[in-house]
């Protein structure tokens, strides 16, 4: 909630006076003095100039809305843009300021942390660092010393390639900070927030002096694949399945074919470098990374793997050759670039009961509102079948809606998954799918654990970013990357583990849930129940593209899925009857949007496995889950013999397994976990305070009461997913004990 009411903080002021607050020059100042005067003037070069522009309808979005104006030469004499009145003759006193300029800029020597950047030649130094300037751009935003009280953008680069290939992934900022990215990673980092002036690496070291390889240095068992194509150099790390990365190769040359074949310009060589897990840092939402100054890709490849299939390079090429192109257009037209209406469950895309509407496919703010797995071969499909018919993709709706209807609405064919799973959450304080979590899902499978939930928070509303200038954009997806998420998937299936996704539907970047907003009027209920369906859609069609087996809906969304009138309730009154009616409605709807994209189970799952009476969805799922956190403290320090504990955890779970059996659906505690301090004694369901603050942590009392859980989920059948595992092994179950005493901890707790 602080944090939500931090951005509500920040935005505010924008419906209020504009007068600057001068007196302040941290970051929420800024920020607040940037939407308070509601002006951006952007200044660069000619060559950027479309591009920039370009982005303009996006950056204008932010807070509230932003005036946007551009200073510099006009590089559009023939007047294409659609906003020329934006082009300014000179800058704005009350104007917040975003400059795009070359390392060797003065203005840059004048501001904090710039001081720091000398070209020596071919090469910038940072400080004790050293790397090519053309591979270099940077991200910094800082007090303007010309704008006093307002935030300074700037981005630097002596390679205009590198300053048009950061501009999706650029946004107003008013965090003061600077970020170096090497051939379009984060390398460096300079916190000015917190008064630092030193650069500290961040990320690997994917940068090179000129006349060195373009690979990432320090690799170990680099694989080189020779020519995949005859324009396509192929490397890989250890792990990457080489059939699969020669298919990807060939994907790759197929997709800069149908490139040119749009362009009529030939895209010469490129070298595609695969790995099989995520990097410490810097990976974006997307499965690909492409740099073109370099003419390099960077995929993330681990076996049995769904790709992109090139797609990301498309769209990086197109974008480069038309920068003026609206987003919907260049995602459209990389979509069919790279095929991706060939082989894709088309009909039931098509008769999805979440399909967008047409218009939507031209829409540019439409990845904001639809899965890019329900959006993207939609757009590639409408490309391939007006290039069929002679006609605009624009004017073509209409046509396009009668082929849809067309096609034959097809069946979603049910796949199996486990009754009692038996394994934990994994929910990581880093990279999933890094080397890390492969680590971790690697101890879990040998703790004998059947099944991986992974828990990951879902976002649909775009991301108020904390202010920083540089954020990836994302389609709606998950707060970490949905590549990142994809990889864990792939990393468990190759252990054997069972994958289920458990994702916190409608999770917030900066705020609270959506969920858990109040909404009174009913068309702040509607746009609830809209966004529930989107992320239920694009968790299920994520499930299905990473070949999971279960998918988990109202997981961590409290309240907003108590579907049943409390027995305390007798007499409910018309409103409240109307408002229950609601919201059965929408979580209905959701759970269809789920089953029409995923023939996997799908499970509700109720935050304490005491509350089951109070959901009325259960007939429309397929497992009876519920958490379970029991209090478990006492102030005779853990007497209570484990004979005793299991009897207590048996009894305890008898009324979850009676409702279960009256359902017929099979009972999964998940997640379960607790607390074990030296006062851990009574038995589960009480609810007594840690007596005198005293919370420290006695592992064999923790054993004993992890023994004691899995006898009584062993005693009911019940499956069994325990919180949480993470990628660094310090921390199971959020309590410090991870490791080889974790391992112990689990096989005893998972053993059926």
């Not at 540089?470 to 998420?485: E, F, H, K, N, V």
């Not at 007798?570 to 009616?581: C, F, I, L, T």
């Amino acid at each position: 909630m602080a944090r939500l009411l931090w951005v509500l903080i920040l935005l505010l002021p924008t419906a209020c006076d504009r007068q600057l607050d001068v007196a302040e020059s941290g970051s929420l100042a800024l920020g607040q003095n940037l939407y308070r005067g509601g002006e951006l003037d952007v200044e660069g070069p000619s060559s950027v100039a479309l591009a920039a522009q370009a982005e303009f309808p996006r950056w204008s979005t932010y807070g509230g809305g932003l005036s946007l104006g551009w200073l510099g030469a006009v590089a559009d004499p023939e007047d294409k843009l659609p906003w020329p009145q934006r082009v300014i003759p000179k800058t704005r006193a009350g104007a917040a300021r975003m400059l795009l300029c070359d390392f060797s800029d003065d203005r840059l020597a004048a501001l904090p942390a710039g001081s720091d950047l000398h070209l020596d030649g071919d090469l910038l130094r940072v400080g004790t660092h050293l790397a090519s300037a053309d591979d270099c751009c940077l991200v910094l935003v800082c007090v303007d010393p010309e704008r006093e009280g307002l935030p300074l953008t700037l981005v630097a680069s002596s390679n205009h390639a590198r300053l048009v290939s950061a501009l999706p992934n650029l946004r107003p900022g008013w965090r003061r900070e600077g970020l170096i990215f090497r051939r379009g990673f984060p390398w460096l980092r300079c916190d000015l927030e917190r008064g630092s002036a030193e650069w500290l690496q961040v990320g690997e070291d994917f940068g090179v002096a000129p006349g060195e390889s373009p690979l990432p240095q320090g690799t170990q068992g680099l694989v080189d694949h020779g020519l995949l194509a005859p324009n396509i150099h192929g490397t890989s790390e250890p792990g990457v399945n080489a059939g699969e990365y020669k298919a990807y190769g060939l994907a790759c040359a197929a997709t800069l074919d149908r490139i040119e074949l749009l362009t009529g310009t030939s895209n010469g060589s490129w070298t595609i470098h695969a790995r099989s897990v995520v990097p410490p840092m810097g990976w974006s939402a997307e499965l690909a990374h492409v740099d073109l100054a370099s003419r390099s890709l960077q995929v993330l490849l681990p076996p049995g793997i769904s790709t992109d299939k090139g797609r990301n390079l498309a769209r990086a090429v197109l974008h480069a050759d038309q920068p003026e192109r609206p987003m919907w257009w260049l995602d459209a037209m990389s979509a069919w670039c790279a095929s991706l209406h060939v082989g894709t469950d088309l009909e039931l895309l098509a008769h999805h009961p979440e399909r967008p509407p047409l218009v939507e496919l031209i829409t540019d703010g439409a990845a904001a509102r639809h899965s890019p797995y329900l959006l993207r071969p939609l757009r590639a499909l409408m490309v391939e079948w007006s290039r069929t018919n002679g006609g605009e993709l624009e004017g073509s709706l209409d046509w396009f809606a009668e082929a849809l209807d067309t096609l034959a609405q097809p069946e979603v064919s049910p796949s199996r998954f486990q009754a009692a799973p038996r394994g934990a959450f994994l929910r990581p304080d880093v990279n999933p799918g890094s080397a890390d979590a492969l680590v971790a899902l690697q101890n879990l499978a040998d703790a004998g654990a059947t099944s991986v939930a992974l828990a990951y928070d879902l976002c649909i509303n775009p991301d108020p970013g904390q202010g920083r200038a540089w954020q990836p954009q994302r389609a709606l997806g998950s707060i970490g990357g949905d590549a990142s998420w994809l990889v864990a998937c792939a990393q468990a299936r190759v252990l054997g583990l069972e994958v289920q996704l458990w994702p916190t539907l409608l999770a917030a970047h900066s705020g609270v849930a959506s969920s858990r907003l109040v909404r009174v009027f009913d068309g702040q209920r509607d746009e609830l129940y809209d966004q529930l369906a989107a992320s239920t859609t694009h968790g299920a069609l994520m499930a299905g593209v990473a070949d999971g087996s279960v998918l988990s809906i109202g997981h961590d969304l409290g309240q907003s899925i108590v579907t049943r009138f409390d027995a305390e309730e007798p007499d409910p009154s018309e409103w409240q009857k109307e408002a229950q009616r609601v919201r059965n409605a929408g979580w209905s709807r959701s759970i269809q949007a789920a089953r029409a994209a995923f023939g996997g189970g799908v499970v509700l799952a109720s935050e304490d496995v005491r509350r089951f009476d109070s959901v009325a969805l259960w007939s429309k799922v397929d497992a009876l889950a519920g958490g379970l956190f029991p209090t478990l403290e006492g102030t005779d320090q853990g007497q209570i013999p484990l004979w005793r504990l299991k009897e207590l955890f048996v009894e305890h779970l008898a009324p979850a397994k009676a409702r279960a059996e009256e359902l017929g659906l099979p009972l999964w505690i998940a997640p379960s976990g607790f607390a074990a301090t030296l006062f851990a004694a009574r038995g589960p369901g009480a609810d007594a305070p840690i007596p005198g603050g005293e919370d420290a942590l006695n592992p064999e009392r923790q054993a004993q009461l992890l023994e004691a859980l899995g006898h009584g989920a062993r005693a009911h059948g019940a499956g069994l997913l325990v919180w949480k595992l993470t990628t660094g092994e310090r921390d199971l179950l959020g309590r410090g004990l991870g490791g080889d005493r974790g391992r112990e901890l689990l096989r005893g707790v998972l053993a059926r």
